[in-house]
């Protein structure tokens, strides 16, 4: 005889956050990141693909064993801890050593360790809900994680925004030629 899950509101609703707050780990920052070495550190188009695309190559060889790691772990929650210290460190070890190779190794880094968050969210699904109602709340995780795009978006659009607010004013204000605007 099989158990009918019935979760309480409080962890779907822990859930649903989880699936906001981590929707732009899962796809990786490399939007982000290619605005940030094209701009900031002046890389050529064809470095910034090379970097961006060392995640994507790393996320579809660590998918099998992620998956296999998840089936094998008991606490898929730390898992979720563990990722996003990693993909924390990456992300800032990409700030501290901008070059090909240092952002390469990042990148790889942050790829292989992304794809926990798919698979330890599903699994946490699985457990909460039960197989009967898994595709429905699956929907609901990838409306949340779409959510979590949206907002991680307009986020560093607003940011981006008042950044670049702020640095025209300083220019009008300090009466910075056009040559010295450009090093702002």
């Known amino acids: 005889m099989t158990q009918k899950a019935t979760p309480h509101h409080r962890s779907l609703w822990a859930l649903d956050w989880l699936n906001v707050l981590v929707a732009d780990v899962k796809t990786g920052v490399g939007p982000y990141l290619a605005v940030y070495l094209q ?12 970097a961006i695309s060392a995640m994507g190559f790393a996320s579809v060889i660590a998918q099998i064993p992620t998956g296999a790691l998840t089936d094998h772990v008991r ?4 898992m979720i801890v ?4 990693v993909v924390a460190t990456g ?6 050593q901008p070059t090909l190779l240092g952002v390469l190794a990042a ?3 942050i790829g292989s360790t992304a794809t926990v968050f798919p698979a330890a969210i599903a699994a946490i699904t699985l457990g909460l809900v039960g197989p009967a109602k898994l595709a429905e709340r699956m929907g ?8 979590g795009n949206v907002g991680a978006a307009l986020l560093a659009g607003l940011i981006g925004y008042a950044i670049a607010l702020d640095r025209a004013t ?9 040559e010295r605007r450009r090093a702002y």
Do not use: D
């Open 39 to 50: 701009a900031s550190r002046h890389w050529e188009p064809v470095s910034i693909g090379l």
């Open 75 to 78: 606490h898929k929650r730390w």
């Open 82 to 85: 563990v990722a996003a210290a």
């Open 91 to 96: 992300c800032l070890w990409i700030v501290a």
């Open 107 to 109: 990148q790889a880094l």
């Open 140 to 147: 609901r995780n990838e409306a949340c994680n779409h959510a």
């Open 170 to 178: 300083c220019c009008r204000v300090h009466g910075a030629s056009p």
